[in-house]
T-cell receptor, first 112, second 114 residues
Framework: GESVGLHLPTLSVQEGDNSIINCAYS??????FIWYKQESGKGPQFIID?????DKRQGQRVTVLLNKTVKHLSLQIAATQPGDSAVYFCAENMDSSYKLIFGSGTRLLVRP | EPEVTQTPSHQVTQMGQEVILRCVPI?????FYWYRQILGQKVEFLVS????????KSEIFDDQFSVERPDGSNFTLKIRSTKLEDSAMYFC????????????FGQGTRLTVV
């Protein structure tokens, strides 16, 4: 599942540092958000989700922050590891819809 | 761990030919989806399917596309007359609840139209 593109924004971090990946979503009516990770040759893999009645949710080494005022979503990865290297997509959903609307993705590179 | 499986992993077809992409969703899931990703671009929604009918489709999903659940396990996407611009990675996904929960994605089928 290549999400490689010449124009993907790239975040390069040192192994062990924290990473912050940002996403601006498009629809103010969206009320459910997911972060997906896509490694080369694979499909999108669920990381964490958040509903609009929350502004923060934590998982294992990951935290998602939601700012509905500015339609902004971020994914924080603590103690980034080489295995975190991938393309990360945010996706949004509205209550009236079945579809996920994906953002354009950010490539995360972890330097050893 | 249950997973969505897709076949084939790579399909090369001539322009104008019909192709069928196959998917086996997670067995207890009820909602099925097709998405595509043109190289270097976003993942785009094509269609959702529930209770043996299309529940939602995008403007990409025109008359050249169709979906079917021919038996209790398979979910297929058919493109009747492929065009060069149909070249993309096609992902099948499934979920237990429609749209409001984690959708599990397959590995994708790379379709190349020549």
């Amino acid at each position: 599942g290549e999400s490689v593109g010449l124009h993907l924004p790239t975040l390069s971090v040192q192994e062990g540092d924290n990473s912050i990946i940002n996403c601006a979503y498009s629809n103010s009516a969206s009320d459910y958000f997911i972060w997906y990770k896509q490694e080369s040759g694979k499909g999108p893999q669920f990381i964490i989700d958040i509903r609009s009645n929350m502004d923060k949710r934590q998982g294992q080494r990951v935290t998602v922050l939601l700012n509905k005022t500015v339609k902004h979503l971020s994914l924080q990865i603590a103690a980034t590891q080489p295995g975190d290297s991938a393309v990360y997509f945010c996706a949004e959903n509205m209550d009236s819809s079945y579809k996920l609307i994906f953002g354009s993705g950010t490539r995360l590179l972890v330097r050893p | 761990e249950p997973e969505v499986t897709q076949t084939p992993s790579h399909q090369v077809t001539q322009m104008g030919q019909e192709v069928i992409l196959r998917c086996v969703p997670i067995s207890n899931h009820l909602y099925f989806y097709w998405y595509r990703q043109i190289l270097g671009q976003k993942v785009e929604f094509l269609v959702s399917f529930y209770n043996n009918e299309i529940s939602e489709k995008s403007e990409i999903f025109d008359d050249q596309f169709s979906v079917e659940r021919p038996d209790g396990s398979n979910f297929t996407l058919k493109i009747r007359s492929t065009k060069l611009e149909d070249s993309a990675m096609y992902f099948c996904a499934s979920s237990s609840v429609g749209g409001r929960t984690e959708a599990f994605f397959g590995q994708g089928t790379r379709l190349t139209v020549v």
